[in-house]
């Protein structure tokens, strides 16, 4: 009897009373963020119970996936090359008329394949990655074609990166596909910049950090906000992990230029910036933060009246850390603005660094710990990854005067390692106060 | 989930078709105006190769534009701002009659309209975009436009480089071709 028979024997077969059980219990512990969805569902493999499937074939799925997706982007890529390489020979309509036809098989092949037969999920998912990018390599085969300007009257490169956004956005959440959704964002975040680009040639770094800031805060309470609608639409929840990360890159980005020595003061080459001097231009500037502060509200109004749980006071404590960092994000605005003329005074400059060193140090911590409570490797990464680069970027910034450099690291050290010892000293009162089960309680399970 | 997969394709699709319906018809129907330029050919990453080209009126006196706040003085107060140069068509260039902020002033008999916008400026003079500074090249005539270029630089007698646009109702321009003594590249 091979491994997997005996498994799903000893789990009462795919139907018997301790399969529902395995089924209800992996289900909870993917909610409770015991466990990730794919290790559930390897472990419904492994006894039978995930459609045929075996964990073998599951591992052989993920990574057909993996490299379906890989080479969608690499043909993707080469067809916006080929695109760009002009063709003169062939008449525009039919230039375009091509690429409607590969952007039409590529997504109805990629359909059929993943969501209707189901035969081929992961070539299937990647056709259709496919369709998308190929709709927005058509977007600027058009835009190629008229000549179209960058920083023109209408704006109208940037506008090409907008139109893709919109295209694939609702794509994303029709088949909650979190890869659609990847290039939704990706396109979406080059509309934002190029437009900003365009506008606000000479944004000084302290607005950009606090726009940045702003822009991050709102994707990572849009995140949440699909989280906390997940375990009612488990379709959405699959979307939260692109929204959080991208908000985390833009938080920690917006921070790390924040914890650099900066000026406080606008330049003489953007003093007439309409950014600035118009109430719209101030408004742009602040939209993301003032959305973020009301999605943020939003979630821990529906935390606070939806969820009563224990677990659940993480995701409040999630969306007031967002509200305090949109408002740190407007703090930084008024900071810079109102002191835009005359500048920051010296030991102002020498706080507000300081202050943007500790606080990115914090959201680091923050960010890691929200990883591995969440089980997302994405995320623990991300937070290590910034640690390291603001490590070493504090390292050469001080390297000059190394006592201090090295006594402000010992500093940061003990703060760190105090941190643990007073984590580590609750966890044991926590275990202290808990009662040892009794052997009945052990055998809760069939 | 098939309906809606369907229908957001199909607008993709729709999209597609409309836009290059919507320049052909600006192309077709614009008047025509042909812009002195000096071009030169940097790569854009989305887009290849282009002639990034500049115009006789790309760079503007703020001094002498038609509804500028007096008290302004420096260009920068404008950046952002929308602009039109008032045109009359002729050979080998149309030659620019006037520019005016924000609003197109009232239709003149030989006069077409142009809109740009501001986008850098200081002291006496600024910078404007109209949405017309790239002529995108086949790959394969990179070398061509290279040769152009080098004309443009060294030789005794310049070349006369022009681009023929389409300007809609609305002021907004689109390159139809560009022409080199009057005459249109081959690409």
New interface residues.
Partial sequence: MSETEDSKEQAGGPHGPSAEWLQRETAAWVSEGLIRAEQAEMLLARYGMAGGESTRTLRWRQMAAVLGALGALLIGSGI?LVM?????QIP??LR?AI??AF??AS??AG?YLA??KKTYPGVGKALVLL?SLL?GA???L???????????????YSA?FF?WFA?TL??AY??SSPLQLVVALAAGTMWVHSTWI??C?ALPAELYCSWALGFGCLLASIGLMHRMAGSARPRLASLQKCYTTLGVVFVLGALYGLSFRLEWKLPS??????VL?TPGGAASLLAPTIAAVLVSVWNLWKGATERQEERERAVEAEAGATILLALLAAGVFWLFVSHSSRGLFAPGIALARISGNVLLLAVEIAVIALGWRRLETGLVNLGLLAFFIHLMTRYFDVFGTLLKGGLAFIGAGIVLVGGGWLLESARRRLLQTMTPPTPGQKEAAP | ??K??AL??G???L???G??AH?EMR?ASGETLRLRVVPYDPR?L?????MNLQYDISRVNPGKVHGAPQART?????????LYAAMRPGAPAARAEGFWLDRMPPRKPGIVYL???I??G?DAAMNV?????????????TREAAELEKQLASASRKPVVTAEVAVDSR?????RRVLVDGKPIG?
């Fill in positions: 916006i760009a390489s002009n063709w003169e525009r309509v375009l690429l409607i952007t039409l997504y109805f359909y969501y209707e369709g709709f058509s977007i600027f058009i835009g190629q074609m008229y000549h179209i300007s960058g920083a023109g009257g209408a704006q109208e090409g139109w295209g609702p794509l029709v088949l365009d506008r040639w080459y953007a003093s007439g910036m309409s001097s | 989930m098939k809606w997969f957001i394709v607008l993709q699709v999209f597609l078709a836009q290059m320049y192309l854009s989305m887009m290849g190769q282009y420096d260009a920068d107060d404008l950046t952002g701002r929308v809109q740009g916008r986008v850098w200081h975009d109209y949405g017309l500074e790239r002529y995108y090249i086949p790959e394969r005539r002021g907004r321009g689109l390159i690409y």
